[in-house]
């Protein structure tokens, strides 16, 4: 494999970071940007002290007081504006997406275009943020609802959707009459960079106030220290179960809202109808796209007995047609894992999936890079039984293959992890793919047919259950998570009558 050279990825990451309108100040900050593609060095970046946090959050406060005035549909115009910027500007974010997160340019590209989409979305929103009149059991009383701005939202994102999961969250916050503060991780800084300059100019051509967004980088101190701010009133946070379990108490601990994506351990459901050719188009994305590195991405195979042994051959003769490498490379389509500690645990995992009596079809092994950079080819693991390993979500491309001889079963099997964001049928029988979206099919809050695990579009509601953590973002009516609902109640009448006939006379 032919790695480019560390320099060159430099230049490419500056000059993209130039034509975004970042600032470029060499700071020699602690917090070091890397490229998986190489494991090298892009540039250092200034990391946020907890004093500048403070004053972030500050800065964001004062502006909600202005911008929960503005009327929405006027709100809506920052993020018109934005949807524009990251149009014109969706190379260069992607190039920054592909040197940071190792995305090969078209799922780059793809990232930022749900930016765009949310934003489209989001304008429409900002007239449509509706709450209902109900009839009141009062004569002369109107009763109804309001939506209101709620405050600042912190935002913290992981390394794999460096740039869309913070645009679900902003561009929705902003229309809502929220402020954001976004910590990003700390392996994506330059992108989060960029964004944070495209929103700025999205900001100044529209007149909005500057500080209804600002940007803190560092560790976990400083994503720390927005969790515990009480004024801070939402914190909505993706990333590991590990990460959520810290977050989450500290937020309620304050009475906090929290809104949460966590991991996912999302499993397709191969039924003895399946159009084969579809599944296994379907499976290859979800499992071996993104390097197996979305929370969407597909973990397990639960497929009939009858048709496992097909299916497996032929996931594994594409899986050999599958370009892994530089992802800046003609034809391929899996580039890199995150780091060296992504490749242990894969490589943990796998050796894990062995012990439990699994056998590896194909994949796991390292293939090429270099002594910093992980590339890995798909791993197909056929698995005895769904043992301790297969119920924990490990971030690579690892797809485990269950077989099942009763429907109930395979949906057993299927809901018996603790995760549960994103699951898939492949059938074409109704009853079976009706019953896995009925309330006793699949527990996931995403569930598709005839379709992968990965890839949702921004227009539904995206999170999921259980250990995933219980929020929604982006689309349908998830923007209620960013507001304050009102109840109302107007008497319009010269009497005093009161509810449920109480009388007080
Ligand atoms: C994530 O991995 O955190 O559904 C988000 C998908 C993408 C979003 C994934 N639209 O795969």
């Not at 946070?237 to 949460?260: D, H, I």
């Amino acid at each position: 494999m032919n790695l480019p050279a560390p320099e060159e990825l430099c230049r490419r990451a500056e000059e993209a970071l130039i034509r975004c309108g970042a600032e470029i100040t060499d700071a020699g900050g602690p917090l070091v940007a890397r490229t998986p593609i190489t494991g090298t060095e892009l540039r250092t970046v200034t990391a946020s002290s907890t004093d500048d946090v403070d004053r972030a959050i500050t800065a964001a406060h004062d502006a909600f007081l202005e911008w929960r005035t503005v009327p929405a549909p006027q709100r809506g115009a920052v993020v018109r504006r934005l949807g524009q910027l990251l149009t014109e500007h969706k190379t260069d974010l992607a190039e920054l997406v592909t040197l940071e997160a190792g995305k090969i340019p078209s799922e780059a590209q793809g990232e930022v275009q749900e930016m765009i989409d949310i934003c489209e979305f989001a304008v429409g929103l900002s007239r449509q943020l509706y709450g209902r009149t109900m009839a009141s059991e009062r004569p002369g009383h109107r009763l109804m609802e309001t939506w209101h701005p709620l405050g600042v939202v912190g935002v913290i994102s992981a390394f794999n959707f460096p740039v869309a999961v913070w645009s679900w969250n902003t561009a929705v916050a902003l229309v809502c009459g929220d402020t954001v503060v976004w910590k990003p991780s700390d392996r994506t800084p330059l992108t989060a960079i960029a964004c944070d300059a495209l929103l700025a100019r999205a900001a100044r051509d529209v007149g909005a106030p500057a500080g209804i967004h600002a940007l803190v980088q560092g560790a976990g101190d400083v994503g720390e220290r927005l969790v515990d701010d009480a004024r801070v009133a939402l914190v909505s946070a993706t990333g590991s179960v590990r990460m959520g379990r810290a977050v989450g108490p500290r937020v309620a601990a304050r009475f906090g809202k929290c809104l949460l994506e966590l991991g996912g351990n999302n499993a397709a459901v191969v039924a003895p109808s399946a159009d084969l050719d579809l599944a296994v188009r379907g499976i290859v994305f979800s499992a071996a796209g993104t390097a197996g590195q979305r929370c969407t991405s597909l973990r397990r195979l639960i497929v009939h007995s009858s048709v496992a042994d097909e299916l497996v051959q032929r996931i594994s003769s594409a899986y050999g047609q599958l370009k892994v490498g530089n992802p800046f490379d003609d034809g391929v389509l899996v580039g890199p894992l995150v780091n060296r500690s992504a490749f242990e645990a894969m490589q943990t995992a796998l050796d894990k999936a062995r012990a439990d009596g699994g056998t590896v079809v194909c994949g796991g092994e390292r293939s090429g890079g270099s002594d910093s950079a992980y590339y890995v080819s798909p791993a197909l693991v056929r698995m005895p039984a769904q043992t301790s390993v297969v119920q924990e979500e490990t971030f690579a491309p690892i797809l485990y293959v269950l077989t099942y001889d009763d429907f109930d079963q395979a949906i057993a099997l299927h809901n018996e992890v603790p995760q549960g964001l994103s699951s898939s049928i492949f059938t074409t029988d109704q009853r079976e793919a009706e019953r896995f979206l009925a309330p006793d099919g699949s527990d996931c809050g995403i569930a598709n047919v005839n379709i992968g695990t990965s890839g949702a579009e921004i227009g539904g509601a995206f999170g999921g259950e259980k250990e995933t953590g219980g929020g929604r973002e982006s689309g349908s009516d998830a923007w209620k998570a960013y507001m304050r609902r009102a109840t109302n109640t107007v008497n319009y009448s010269d009497r005093l009558p009161l509810a449920q006939g109480v009388e007080f006379t």
